[in-house]
Protein backbone atom coordinates (compact mmCIF):
# COMPACT_ATOMS: atom_id res chain seq x y z
CA UNK A 1 0.00 0.00 0.00
CA UNK A 2 0.89 3.77 -0.72
CA UNK A 3 1.68 6.24 2.04
CA UNK A 4 0.39 9.92 1.72
CA UNK A 5 2.41 12.28 1.71
CA UNK A 6 1.00 14.26 4.86
CA UNK A 7 1.88 11.24 6.87
CA UNK A 8 5.79 11.79 5.76
CA UNK A 9 5.73 15.01 7.09
CA UNK A 10 7.19 15.04 10.75
CA UNK A 11 6.10 16.66 13.96
CA UNK A 12 9.21 18.99 13.88
CA UNK A 13 7.84 21.11 10.68
CA UNK A 14 4.54 21.44 11.87
CA UNK A 15 5.59 23.09 15.08
CA UNK A 16 7.87 24.96 13.73
CA UNK A 17 5.44 26.32 11.43
CA UNK A 18 3.06 26.38 13.66
CA UNK A 19 5.40 28.97 15.92
CA UNK A 20 6.12 30.85 12.86
CA UNK A 21 2.38 31.65 11.96
CA UNK A 22 2.03 32.96 16.03
CA UNK A 23 4.60 35.12 15.76
CA UNK A 24 3.42 36.82 12.84
CA UNK A 25 0.37 36.80 14.41
CA UNK A 26 1.29 38.70 17.03
CA UNK A 27 3.58 40.98 15.42
CA UNK A 28 0.86 41.99 12.97
CA UNK A 29 -1.39 42.53 16.28
CA UNK A 30 1.31 44.57 17.96
CA UNK A 31 2.40 46.39 14.63
CA UNK A 32 -1.89 47.53 14.21
CA UNK A 33 -1.93 48.85 17.60
CA UNK A 34 0.97 51.11 17.47
CA UNK A 35 -0.21 51.96 14.21
CA UNK A 36 -3.89 53.07 16.08
CA UNK A 37 -2.18 54.97 18.91
CA UNK A 38 0.36 56.76 15.95
CA UNK A 39 -3.22 58.01 14.25
CA UNK A 40 -4.90 59.16 17.49
CA UNK A 41 -1.68 61.11 18.09
CA UNK A 42 -1.69 62.42 14.82
CA UNK A 43 -5.51 63.16 14.73
CA UNK A 44 -5.08 65.35 18.30
CA UNK A 45 -1.57 66.93 16.62
CA UNK A 46 -4.00 68.13 13.40
CA UNK A 47 -6.59 69.03 15.39
CA UNK A 48 -4.39 71.63 17.21
CA UNK A 49 -2.98 72.80 14.01
CA UNK A 50 -6.87 73.34 13.33
CA UNK A 51 -7.33 75.22 16.04
CA UNK A 52 -3.99 77.25 15.66
CA UNK A 53 -4.86 77.71 11.90
CA UNK A 54 -8.44 79.22 12.93
CA UNK A 55 -7.20 81.42 15.81
CA UNK A 56 -4.57 83.11 12.63
CA UNK A 57 -7.39 83.55 10.51
CA UNK A 58 -9.50 85.09 12.96
CA UNK A 59 -6.35 87.37 14.05
CA UNK A 60 -5.83 88.57 10.16
CA UNK A 61 -9.19 89.38 10.04
CA UNK A 62 -9.37 91.78 12.90
CA UNK A 63 -6.22 92.81 12.27
CA UNK A 64 -7.54 93.74 8.14
CA UNK A 65 -10.64 95.42 9.83
CA UNK A 66 -8.61 98.02 12.06
CA UNK A 67 -6.53 98.29 8.85
CA UNK A 68 -9.32 99.00 7.00
CA UNK A 69 -10.76 101.75 9.41
CA UNK A 70 -7.22 103.20 9.75
CA UNK A 71 -7.53 103.79 5.82
CA UNK A 72 -10.72 105.07 5.99
CA UNK A 73 -9.64 107.31 8.72
CA UNK A 74 -6.87 108.44 6.56
CA UNK A 75 -8.29 109.22 3.39
CA UNK A 76 -11.04 111.20 5.51
CA UNK A 77 -7.97 113.26 6.41
CA UNK A 78 -6.56 113.40 2.79
CA UNK A 79 -9.93 114.17 1.97
CA UNK A 80 -10.52 117.42 4.55
CA UNK A 81 -7.09 118.43 3.60
CA UNK A 82 -7.92 118.51 -0.22
CA UNK A 83 -10.98 120.01 0.66
CA UNK A 84 -9.07 123.05 2.84
CA UNK A 85 -6.83 123.71 -0.02
CA UNK A 86 -10.34 123.98 -2.43
CA UNK A 87 -12.08 126.23 -0.03
CA UNK A 88 -12.36 129.97 1.38
CA UNK A 89 -10.18 129.99 4.84
CA UNK A 90 -11.52 132.47 7.17
CA UNK A 91 -9.88 135.46 8.46
CA UNK A 92 -11.92 137.49 11.24
CA UNK A 93 -12.23 140.60 12.55
CA UNK A 94 -14.38 141.64 15.30
CA UNK A 95 -14.85 145.13 17.03
CA UNK A 96 -16.27 145.95 20.36
CA UNK A 97 -17.76 149.18 18.69
CA UNK A 98 -18.37 150.82 22.71
CA UNK A 99 -14.38 150.51 22.71
CA UNK A 100 -12.54 151.23 19.54
CA UNK A 101 -14.38 154.67 17.95
CA UNK A 102 -13.55 155.35 14.45
CA UNK A 103 -12.04 159.11 14.64
CA UNK A 104 -13.74 161.99 14.20
CA UNK A 105 -12.67 162.90 10.96
CA UNK A 106 -13.59 159.55 9.14
CA UNK A 107 -17.34 159.65 11.06
CA UNK A 108 -17.78 163.27 9.96
CA UNK A 109 -17.26 162.40 6.23
CA UNK A 110 -20.62 159.88 6.81
CA UNK A 111 -20.56 157.33 4.07
CA UNK A 112 -17.18 157.82 2.36
CA UNK A 113 -16.02 157.87 5.33
CA UNK A 114 -17.50 154.28 6.81
CA UNK A 115 -16.39 153.10 2.79
CA UNK A 116 -12.37 154.78 4.01
CA UNK A 117 -12.35 152.92 7.19
CA UNK A 118 -13.42 149.95 5.99
CA UNK A 119 -10.62 149.79 3.56
CA UNK A 120 -8.12 150.68 6.06
CA UNK A 121 -8.60 147.81 8.10
CA UNK A 122 -8.73 145.61 5.08
CA UNK A 123 -5.37 146.92 3.82
CA UNK A 124 -3.96 146.94 7.42
CA UNK A 125 -4.95 143.65 8.09
CA UNK A 126 -3.69 142.47 4.34
CA UNK A 127 -0.27 144.12 4.75
CA UNK A 128 -0.11 142.43 8.27
CA UNK A 129 -0.69 139.00 6.47
CA UNK A 130 2.02 139.84 4.02
CA UNK A 131 4.56 140.91 6.45
CA UNK A 132 4.17 138.03 8.71
CA UNK A 133 4.68 135.60 5.86
CA UNK A 134 1.19 133.50 6.50
CA UNK A 135 0.38 130.80 4.07
CA UNK A 136 -2.97 129.35 3.11
CA UNK A 137 -4.00 126.07 1.34
CA UNK A 138 -6.96 127.80 -0.02
CA UNK A 139 -8.24 130.92 -0.71
CA UNK A 140 -8.78 133.60 1.93
CA UNK A 141 -11.95 134.94 3.02
CA UNK A 142 -12.12 137.89 5.21
CA UNK A 143 -15.18 139.27 7.61
CA UNK A 144 -15.58 142.33 9.67
CA UNK A 145 -17.87 141.93 12.55
CA UNK A 146 -18.54 145.02 14.62
CA UNK A 147 -20.94 144.70 18.10
CA UNK A 148 -21.79 148.17 19.41
CA UNK A 149 -24.93 150.35 21.05
CA UNK A 150 -26.60 152.44 18.07
CA UNK A 151 -28.32 154.89 20.12
CA UNK A 152 -25.99 154.86 23.33
CA UNK A 153 -22.69 155.49 20.93
CA UNK A 154 -24.93 158.05 18.72
CA UNK A 155 -25.63 159.81 21.81
CA UNK A 156 -22.18 160.12 23.45
CA UNK A 157 -21.09 161.52 19.63
CA UNK A 158 -23.38 164.24 19.49
CA UNK A 159 -22.85 164.90 23.11
CA UNK A 160 -19.29 165.29 22.04
CA UNK A 161 -20.07 167.23 19.06
CA UNK A 162 -17.98 164.85 17.43
CA UNK A 163 -20.32 163.87 14.44
CA UNK A 164 -24.18 164.24 14.20
CA UNK A 165 -26.83 161.36 14.53
CA UNK A 166 -27.38 161.57 10.66
CA UNK A 167 -23.27 161.61 9.89
CA UNK A 168 -23.25 158.28 11.93
CA UNK A 169 -25.84 156.83 10.50
CA UNK A 170 -24.43 157.36 6.66
CA UNK A 171 -20.99 156.39 8.25
CA UNK A 172 -22.59 153.20 9.52
CA UNK A 173 -23.98 152.77 5.49
CA UNK A 174 -20.67 153.09 4.00
CA UNK A 175 -19.00 150.86 5.98
CA UNK A 176 -21.11 147.80 5.83
CA UNK A 177 -21.18 148.17 1.86
CA UNK A 178 -18.07 148.16 1.55
CA UNK A 179 -18.64 144.29 1.67
CA UNK A 180 -21.40 141.92 1.81
CA UNK A 181 -18.85 140.48 4.42
CA UNK A 182 -18.50 143.51 6.82
CA UNK A 183 -21.58 143.10 9.50
CA UNK A 184 -22.43 145.74 12.13
CA UNK A 185 -24.66 144.30 15.04
CA UNK A 186 -26.55 146.83 17.06
CA UNK A 187 -26.53 145.37 20.54
CA UNK A 188 -29.00 147.07 22.74
CA UNK A 189 -28.45 148.70 25.86
CA UNK A 190 -26.43 147.00 28.73
CA UNK A 191 -23.49 147.24 30.50
CA UNK A 192 -22.13 144.37 29.27
CA UNK A 193 -24.24 143.51 25.90
CA UNK A 194 -20.98 144.08 23.39
CA UNK A 195 -18.40 141.88 25.52
CA UNK A 196 -20.90 139.13 25.97
CA UNK A 197 -21.36 139.34 22.42
CA UNK A 198 -17.85 139.34 21.47
CA UNK A 199 -16.63 136.69 24.11
CA UNK A 200 -18.85 134.59 22.25
CA UNK A 201 -17.72 134.92 19.45
CA UNK A 202 -14.29 134.39 19.79
CA UNK A 203 -15.08 130.99 21.87
CA UNK A 204 -16.65 130.21 18.94
CA UNK A 205 -14.76 130.64 16.00
CA UNK A 206 -11.34 129.92 17.45
CA UNK A 207 -12.72 126.40 17.24
CA UNK A 208 -13.59 126.29 13.63
CA UNK A 209 -10.45 124.85 11.50
CA UNK A 210 -11.08 127.26 8.51
CA UNK A 211 -10.46 130.07 11.21
CA UNK A 212 -6.84 131.30 10.34
CA UNK A 213 -6.81 134.70 12.28
CA UNK A 214 -9.35 136.48 14.37
CA UNK A 215 -7.88 140.03 14.58
CA UNK A 216 -9.62 141.23 18.18
CA UNK A 217 -10.04 145.38 18.33
CA UNK A 218 -11.23 145.73 22.18
CA UNK A 219 -9.40 148.08 24.02
CA UNK A 220 -10.49 146.87 27.19
CA UNK A 221 -9.60 144.22 30.12
CA UNK A 222 -13.20 142.80 29.29
CA UNK A 223 -11.67 139.87 27.21
CA UNK A 224 -8.71 139.24 29.17
CA UNK A 225 -10.79 135.76 31.25
CA UNK A 226 -11.68 135.09 27.67
CA UNK A 227 -8.38 134.97 26.05
CA UNK A 228 -7.09 133.24 29.46
CA UNK A 229 -9.29 130.31 29.00
CA UNK A 230 -8.27 129.96 25.18
CA UNK A 231 -4.57 130.26 26.29
CA UNK A 232 -5.21 127.33 29.12
CA UNK A 233 -6.84 125.58 26.13
CA UNK A 234 -3.75 126.24 23.52
CA UNK A 235 -6.07 128.08 21.01
CA UNK A 236 -4.78 131.73 21.39
CA UNK A 237 -2.55 131.05 18.68
CA UNK A 238 -5.52 131.90 16.38
CA UNK A 239 -5.50 135.01 18.06
CA UNK A 240 -4.10 138.61 17.52
CA UNK A 241 -4.78 142.10 19.05
CA UNK A 242 -5.70 145.31 16.57
CA UNK A 243 -5.15 148.28 18.79
CA UNK A 244 -5.45 152.13 17.87
CA UNK A 245 -1.35 153.52 17.13
CA UNK A 246 -0.39 154.67 20.68
CA UNK A 247 -2.60 152.65 23.08
CA UNK A 248 -1.32 150.72 25.56
CA UNK A 249 0.27 147.51 25.05
CA UNK A 250 -0.57 146.07 28.43
CA UNK A 251 -2.95 143.23 27.17
CA UNK A 252 -0.51 141.99 24.53
CA UNK A 253 2.22 141.86 27.18
CA UNK A 254 0.67 139.74 29.38
CA UNK A 255 -0.79 137.08 26.86
CA UNK A 256 2.14 137.53 24.86
CA UNK A 257 -0.32 137.81 21.96
CA UNK A 258 1.21 139.31 18.39
CA UNK A 259 -0.79 143.15 17.73
CA UNK A 260 -1.45 145.19 14.69
CA UNK A 261 -1.60 148.94 15.34
CA UNK A 262 -3.68 151.23 13.15
CA UNK A 263 -2.87 154.93 13.22
CA UNK A 264 -5.65 157.29 12.30
CA UNK A 265 -8.14 155.09 12.76
CA UNK A 266 -9.45 154.69 15.82
CA UNK A 267 -10.13 157.52 19.19
CA UNK A 268 -8.28 155.74 22.31
CA UNK A 269 -11.57 156.49 24.68
CA UNK A 270 -14.69 154.01 25.39
CA UNK A 271 -18.28 155.18 25.44
CA UNK A 272 -20.43 154.92 28.39
CA UNK A 273 -23.90 153.33 27.71
CA UNK A 274 -26.56 155.63 27.67
CA UNK A 275 -29.82 154.06 29.62
CA UNK A 276 -32.91 154.79 27.11
CA UNK A 277 -36.46 156.20 27.77
CA UNK A 278 -39.17 154.52 29.42
CA UNK A 279 -41.13 155.08 26.51
CA UNK A 280 -38.52 153.96 23.91
CA UNK A 281 -38.11 150.80 22.91
CA UNK A 282 -34.22 149.63 21.36
CA UNK A 283 -33.84 149.04 17.60
CA UNK A 284 -33.30 146.02 16.15
CA UNK A 285 -30.25 144.09 15.08
CA UNK A 286 -28.90 145.75 12.64
CA UNK A 287 -27.22 143.35 10.03
CA UNK A 288 -26.00 145.02 6.77
CA UNK A 289 -24.43 142.97 3.89
CA UNK A 290 -24.91 144.25 0.72
CA UNK A 291 -23.76 143.09 -2.75
CA UNK A 292 -20.58 145.01 -3.56
CA UNK A 293 -16.88 144.65 -4.29
CA UNK A 294 -14.07 144.69 -1.90
CA UNK A 295 -12.39 142.17 0.77
CA UNK A 296 -9.14 140.93 1.52
CA UNK A 297 -6.04 139.93 -0.41
CA UNK A 298 -4.01 136.55 0.11
CA UNK A 299 0.27 137.20 0.61
CA UNK A 300 0.40 135.93 -2.91
CA UNK A 301 -2.08 138.80 -4.57
CA UNK A 302 -0.27 140.71 -6.99
CA UNK A 303 -3.19 143.04 -7.34
CA UNK A 304 -4.46 144.72 -3.83
CA UNK A 305 -7.98 144.22 -2.56
CA UNK A 306 -9.88 140.96 -4.53
CA UNK A 307 -13.73 140.90 -5.36
CA UNK A 308 -15.51 139.14 -2.83
CA UNK A 309 -17.83 136.27 -4.31
CA UNK A 310 -22.26 137.07 -3.89
CA UNK A 311 -23.42 135.22 -1.38
CA UNK A 312 -27.05 134.06 -1.05
CA UNK A 313 -28.89 135.94 2.17
CA UNK A 314 -30.98 133.87 4.63
CA UNK A 315 -34.42 133.99 4.83
CA UNK A 316 -35.42 134.83 8.60
CA UNK A 317 -38.80 133.53 8.30
CA UNK A 318 -37.79 130.21 7.99
CA UNK A 319 -35.56 127.57 9.61
CA UNK A 320 -32.08 127.19 8.41
CA UNK A 321 -32.90 123.51 7.90
CA UNK A 322 -36.11 124.94 6.13
CA UNK A 323 -34.14 126.66 3.16
CA UNK A 324 -33.97 125.01 -0.24
CA UNK A 325 -31.14 123.41 -0.10
CA UNK A 326 -30.20 124.35 3.51
CA UNK A 327 -26.71 125.20 4.32
CA UNK A 328 -24.15 122.59 4.79
CA UNK A 329 -23.30 121.96 8.12
CA UNK A 330 -19.64 120.80 7.29
CA UNK A 331 -19.07 123.83 4.49
CA UNK A 332 -19.51 126.10 7.42
CA UNK A 333 -18.52 124.45 10.54
CA UNK A 334 -16.02 122.16 9.33
CA UNK A 335 -14.88 121.22 5.64
CA UNK A 336 -16.78 119.23 3.35
CA UNK A 337 -15.01 117.14 1.28
CA UNK A 338 -17.56 116.64 -1.68
CA UNK A 339 -17.48 119.72 -3.07
CA UNK A 340 -19.81 120.91 -6.10
CA UNK A 341 -21.40 117.22 -5.43
CA UNK A 342 -23.00 118.24 -2.26
CA UNK A 343 -26.53 118.46 -2.30
CA UNK A 344 -25.99 121.26 0.63
CA UNK A 345 -25.69 124.64 -0.12
CA UNK A 346 -22.46 126.42 0.42
CA UNK A 347 -23.63 130.01 -1.07
CA UNK A 348 -25.38 131.35 1.67
CA UNK A 349 -23.97 134.71 3.74
CA UNK A 350 -24.86 133.29 7.33
CA UNK A 351 -24.39 135.61 10.66
CA UNK A 352 -22.05 134.72 13.81
CA UNK A 353 -25.70 134.07 15.42
CA UNK A 354 -27.05 131.95 12.28
CA UNK A 355 -23.47 129.92 12.52
CA UNK A 356 -23.87 129.42 15.88
CA UNK A 357 -27.60 127.73 15.74
CA UNK A 358 -26.15 125.65 12.69
CA UNK A 359 -23.80 124.45 15.14
CA UNK A 360 -26.03 123.75 17.88
CA UNK A 361 -28.29 121.27 15.38
CA UNK A 362 -25.67 119.75 14.21
CA UNK A 363 -24.94 118.11 17.74
CA UNK A 364 -28.19 116.82 17.36
CA UNK A 365 -27.26 114.51 15.08
CA UNK A 366 -24.84 111.55 15.45
CA UNK A 367 -21.21 111.00 13.60
CA UNK A 368 -21.12 109.12 11.44
CA UNK A 369 -17.53 107.52 12.43
CA UNK A 370 -18.48 106.90 16.10
CA UNK A 371 -21.74 105.75 14.73
CA UNK A 372 -19.81 103.05 12.83
CA UNK A 373 -17.49 102.14 15.57
CA UNK A 374 -14.47 104.11 13.83
CA UNK A 375 -12.55 106.50 15.35
CA UNK A 376 -13.28 110.40 14.71
CA UNK A 377 -10.46 111.91 12.83
CA UNK A 378 -11.96 115.67 14.00
CA UNK A 379 -12.05 115.00 17.61
CA UNK A 380 -13.42 117.88 19.15
CA UNK A 381 -13.29 120.18 16.08
CA UNK A 382 -16.27 117.64 14.60
CA UNK A 383 -19.51 119.29 13.77
CA UNK A 384 -21.48 116.43 14.50
CA UNK A 385 -22.54 115.20 17.89
CA UNK A 386 -20.25 112.50 19.63
CA UNK A 387 -22.79 111.84 22.28
CA UNK A 388 -26.69 111.59 22.97
CA UNK A 389 -28.18 114.78 23.68
CA UNK A 390 -30.73 113.01 26.20
CA UNK A 391 -27.27 110.88 27.91
CA UNK A 392 -27.80 107.49 29.40
CA UNK A 393 -31.64 108.43 30.25
CA UNK A 394 -32.24 108.60 26.19
CA UNK A 395 -35.83 107.13 25.93
CA UNK A 396 -35.11 105.80 22.71
CA UNK A 397 -31.95 103.95 23.39
CA UNK A 398 -34.49 101.39 25.12
CA UNK A 399 -36.35 101.06 22.26
CA UNK A 400 -33.84 100.20 20.51
CA UNK A 401 -34.32 103.40 17.98
CA UNK A 402 -31.80 105.85 18.98
CA UNK A 403 -29.55 107.56 16.03
CA UNK A 404 -26.81 107.66 18.45
CA UNK A 405 -25.62 103.83 18.19
CA UNK A 406 -22.03 104.16 18.52
CA UNK A 407 -19.97 102.30 21.82
CA UNK A 408 -19.95 105.42 24.92
CA UNK A 409 -22.13 107.44 23.17
CA UNK A 410 -24.74 107.53 25.99
CA UNK A 411 -22.38 107.60 28.64
CA UNK A 412 -22.03 111.72 29.77
CA UNK A 413 -25.24 113.89 27.95
CA UNK A 414 -23.85 116.27 25.38
CA UNK A 415 -23.11 120.10 26.32
CA UNK A 416 -25.61 122.17 24.31
CA UNK A 417 -24.16 125.11 22.85
CA UNK A 418 -25.63 128.25 23.88
CA UNK A 419 -26.24 131.54 22.21
CA UNK A 420 -26.69 135.41 23.38
Not at 184 to 194: F, H, M, N, P, Q
Not at 212 to 239: C, H, M, P, W
Not at 250 to 270: A, E, G, I, N, Y
Not at 359 to 376: D, E, H, I, R, T
Request: aromatic fraction near 8%; proline fraction near 7%.
Amino acid sequence: MATSPITEVSQPVWDETIARLLNLSSATIKRNVDLENRLGELEVEIAVWKQAHATALEGADREAKTLKGRLASLNSQLASMESLMNQSLLILCVIDGDACIFTESLLRQGHEGGRQAAQQVTKAVADYLTSEDVHALGRLSFWITIYYNRTGLSSVLERRQLCTPEQLEAFIMGFSQASPRFLLVDVGYGKDATSTKITEYLQTYVRFPQTQRIFLAGGSDAYASTIATLQNEGLVGKLTLLEPGGASADQSRRFRLPTLCVDKLFMVWRTTPVPPPASHHPPPLNLIGLNTTGGLPTPHSPSGLSTLSTGKLIDPTLPLHKHSPPPCNEFYLMSCTKGGTCKYSHDYVLTPEQLVTLASNAKKAPCNFLKNGLQCPYGDRCCWGHTCPNGHKCFHLSKGKCWFKGESMHNVPSPQLSSQ
